[in-house]
Nanobody, 125 residues
Framework: QVQLVESGGGLVQAGGSLRLSCAAS????????MGWFRQAPGKEREVVAA????????YYPDSVKGRFAISRDNAKNTVYLEMNTLKPGDTADYYC??????????????????WGQGTQVTVFS
């Protein structure tokens, strides 16, 4: 099992940037694919980025492609989400999650059994 703690959320003006971090407990971090998801009020949780165990493969939906970047440091048990050119539509609670799936890059919330508590991101115009 892995425990996840997000940080780095906040209030930012449209066009600005934020960097989210997610620290994982335990010594098996490198055995998990990691994902970042977001959920806005009244909307379903959606993936914004996923990264494979080694960091060699990543996935982004079209809505954030070119603006968001996921990375991980397995030595520090941490995954990051760099968010640039933020828009008011990016406002949501952001969650990191861990998945034991290794044969493909998981990108659905149902692929991830372990979740952090979330961090709020608010983008104002």
């Amino acid at each position: 099992q892995v425990q996840l703690v997000e940080s780095g959320g906040g209030l930012v003006q449209a066009g600005g940037s934020l960097r989210l971090s997610c620290a994982a407990s335990g010594r098996t971090f490198s055995t998990y694919a990691m994902g970042w998801f977001r959920q806005a009020p009244g909307k379903e949780r959606e993936v914004v980025a996923a990264i494979s165990r080694s960091g060699g493969n990543t996935y982004y939906p079209d809505s954030v492609k070119g603006r968001f970047a996921i990375s991980r440091d397995n030595a520090k048990n941490t995954v990051y989400l760099e968010m640039n050119t933020l828009k008011p539509g990016d406002t949501a609670d952001y969650y990191c999650a861990a998945s034991p799936i290794g044969i493909r890059l998981p990108a659905s919330p149902t692929d991830y059994p372990y979740w952090g508590q979330g961090t709020q991101v608010t983008v104002f115009s």
